[in-house]
DNA sequence: CCTTGACCCTCCCCTTAGGGGAGGCGGTTT
DNA sequence: AAACCGCCTCCCCTAAGGGGAGGGTCAAGG
């Protein structure tokens, strides 16, 4: 028999460990001596916590341990546990190359200005306009007709909250005049489709995210972050990019603060 | 200007995690509303979100993030979180390889009775003398004999606490005949040496360890496992191996008490 | 004008696996 | 007798919020 400091170096382990194991039951001594209270210890318990210490090797928690010792059934413990494993270590993967792409990037002159995050966005109803404009500058003189349009439609429809409101570029490449686009704005429910304006229910869609303060013009430099983002960090684009049109001329009299989000669906 | 639970869709996040950044002041809301107590946000704030959930994403914890927001150099806080995921990701790894194979043994009928862990042997005074002996039920006649020498030339001499005695099998294989062991035993101190017994500091050593409880009839099955355990989690044997006596002939009567741990020295 | 339901506030307790320390008792050594 | 070490219990602490109680606020419907 042995006294708990004794024991705790014999089984590797610390004092606080042992009276914790005591007090939630997964552990407890031989024996506790009744006038000092003293707990004490056999070479019975050494194998007991050596197994403890084992599953715990394992990544297993101190509540799966105890159910393990009480008899429940371990393979379905060991393959969730084995499938959190998994996730983590994707997860690490990903943080990995988040970090790697963030110390190579971190001399030039847009690191402060940009960042990029994964983000889902859920299904939701929209109504929807195809269209080809002259230049980018021409989106928000037919943007606000559509609206209206709509509204005078559906009176009481209303824009979902918060608002979402973006164009999709339905070019596959950059350009500058003559571009198709496809308008969106989310509401609350579908309505009557009136001048080639329709309505649908989008699929829920996982996208990389990129903030852009400012005026138009400096929009390509954080669609050039995206894309160098996306590919350092083992992202495949899913579908074509899409602007969602948070402040801008609309309710902000100063360029500098309107604000955009590039986002580009992405796979895996 | 919105309201917390909007501002949250728009940031995806939740109403509980804005009054958290606000308490600890990572990110304040524009506003608070004197007469209510409620939070006014603005866009600005969304863009400082988004650096947050990016920074975040890369496995930042909330502190790094505020150091970040505070100016403070990025570049050895990447570094050092860089550092320990990848420590993170070897520890996932390691986990991985214990639970296929806890899931691959899972039906054998040793799995209740054996379990490997990793441990660290401190560095330790012993005193050790080689000898080769005819079989193994011959180490408990000779063994007691050392001791006793050892005594007798240092009287004053003690056995660490807790006491650690073993031997290291310096045949390559395993040989039922003319063994050729080393046998050790940890002390508090050097001392005089005599009749070929040495007295040496060891040097730390990381082992898997294997408790084997009852006969030395059975030690065989105890290496059996840990030796298949140590190729399946990709460890090499870097040492002889060892056994270390903690119950046995002269403490307990009933053969099924005794205790042995195996040890075999790893390398990474 | 009143009510209802949604939204917001603060305050408090809870999560893992123990760590750190205070205050006090038991046993041994000088 | 004093000092020191080991042991005990009790209390507070961790990271990043989650869950809920109790109570005030907002906008719409009857």
Redesign the interface.
Same mark, same amino acid.
């Given at each position: 028999m042995?006294y708990i400091g +004794?024991?705790s170096?014999?089984g590797?382990t610390t004092v606080k460990t042992l009276h914790y194991y005591d007090r939630i039951g997964l552990l407890q001594p031989q024996e506790v001596d009744e006038s000092t209270g003293y707990r004490l210890y056999s070479?019975r318990q !050494?194998?007991d916590l050596?197994?403890i210490?084992?599953?715990k090797?394992?990544?297993l928690s101190i509540d799966d341990i105890q159910s393990v010792f009480a008899g429940v059934d371990?393979?379905p413990i !060991? +393959?969730q546990?084995?499938a959190e494993?998994?996730r983590? /270590?994707h997860k690490?993967? +990903?943080?990995?190359a988040?970090?790697?792409f /963030? !110390?190579s990037e +971190?001399e030039k002159e847009f690191f402060m200005d940009y960042?990029?995050?994964?983000?889902?966005i859920p299904s939701q109803i929209v109504y929807s306009k195809r269209m080809t404009v002259p230049n980018y500058k021409a989106y928000f003189d037919v943007i606000p007709a559509i609206g209206r349009a709509v509204m005078q439609a559906n009176p009481d429809l209303k824009c979902a909250?918060?608002e979402y409101c973006y164009i999709v570029n339905l070019d596959g490449e950059y350009k500058e005049s003559d571009i198709n686009i496809e308008f969106n704005e989310a509401v609350e429910e579908f309505g009557t489709e009136v001048d080639g304006i329709t309505f649908k229910k989008t699929e829920p869609l996982e996208v990389v995210?990129v903030?852009h303060?400012g005026g138009y013009d400096g929009l390509p430099q954080a669609y050039a972050f995206a894309m160098d983002w996306l590919e350092k960090s083992g992202y495949a684009i899913a579908d074509f990019t899409r602007e969602s049109y948070?402040?801008g001329i609309w309710n902000k009299d100063d360029e500098d603060e309107w !604000?955009t989000e590039v986002q580009i669906p992405i796979v895996q």
């Open positions: 042995f +004794e024991f170096k014999m590797r070479t !050494l194998v050596h197994r210490q084992a599953l090797q394992a990544g371990v393979k !060991l +393959e546990r084995q494993i998994v983590e /270590l690490h993967e +990903e943080q990995r988040r970090i790697a /963030l !110390l +971190e960042q990029a995050t994964v983000k889902e909250t918060p995210s903030m303060k948070i402040d !604000l």
